[in-house]
Nanobody, 119 residues
Framework: QVHVVESGGGLVQPGGSLRLSCAAS????????MGWYRQAPGKQRELVAS???????NYGYSVKGRFTISRDNAKNTVYLQMNSLKPEDTAVYYC?????????????WGRGTQVTVSS
């Protein structure tokens, strides 16, 4: 089992920055991925950014150039640096840990952290 905990959400003004952290603990496989997803009221959950244990990254179109994902493998922790925030970035941000075993992915989600961008 894997336990995932997000932190770092809050209220920020448009144009501001925020950094989210996500720590995973438990049975972490050597081949894995961690990612950030977000869900705004009335909308579907969408990919923000993801990063593999090998360091490959993937970003959602709306955050490219503004958000940066990174990870510390020794701590099983992933970070999301969010710059130039916009009101439309307001959402609950969820962290997901995926363990890969023989081609099958096992997902573990955190409870989410609220990010509000407003003046």
């Amino acid at each position: 089992q894997v336990h995932v905990v997000e932190s770092g959400g809050g209220l920020v003004q448009p144009g501001g920055s925020l950094r989210l952290s996500c720590a995973a603990s438990g049975s972490i496989f050597s081949i894995n991925a961690m990612g950030w997803y977000r869900q705004a009221p009335g909308k579907q959950r969408e990919l923000v950014a993801s990063i593999t244990s090998g360091g490959s990254t993937n970003y959602g179109y709306s955050v490219k150039g503004r958000f940066t994902i990174s990870r510390d493998n020794a701590k099983n922790t992933v970070y999301l640096q969010m710059n130039s925030l916009k009101p439309e970035d307001t959402a609950v941000y969820y962290c997901k840990q995926t363990n890969w075993d023989r081609g099958i992915g096992h997902d573990y989600w955190g409870r989410g952290t609220q990010v509000t961008v407003s003046s």
